[in-house]
Nanobody, 120 residues
Framework: QVQLGESGGGLVQAGGSIRLSCVAF????VGWFRQAPGKEREFVAA????????IYGDSVKGRFTISRDNAKNTVNLQMNSLKAEDTAIYYC?????????????????WGQGTQVTVSL
């Protein structure tokens, strides 16, 4: 049974940093998505089963870093240089197949989400 759960959301000032964590068990490829009010779900980043491969959405490249600690069954999303437009609910998602994807429909399992709010 796949278990996914996010933590680490909160309120942060623009320009600041925050780190989200996703408990992902068993070890599966994981992606992060976000959804702001009134907007479609947006791809943020994804990491392979081993952690050797990653992909990022264009809006977060150079600011966000995805990584995983397989000993702890966690996938982390380090978010730096935050902007107001990064405000959203952030979801981690898991795939059954170890092939990176930026499409929500390719993910089989979803966490409940964690809110990140960036204030000006």
């Amino acid at each position: 049974q796949v278990q996914l759960g996010e933590s680490g959301g909160g309120l942060v000032q623009a320009g600041g940093s925050i780190r989200l964590s996703c408990v992902a068990f068993p070890r599966i490829p994981v992606g992060w998505f976000r959804q702001a009010p009134g907007k479609e779900r947006e791809f943020v980043a994804a990491i392979s089963w081993s952690g050797s491969s990653t992909i990022y959405g264009d809006s977060v490249k150079g600011r966000f870093t995805i990584s995983r600690d397989n000993a702890k069954n966690t996938v982390n999303l380090q978010m730096n240089s935050l902007k107001a437009e990064d405000t959203a609910i952030y979801y981690c998602a898991g795939k059954s197949i170890d092939q990176l994807s930026n499409k929500a429909e390719d993910y089989d399992y979803w966490g409940q989400g964690t809110q990140v709010t960036v204030s000006l």
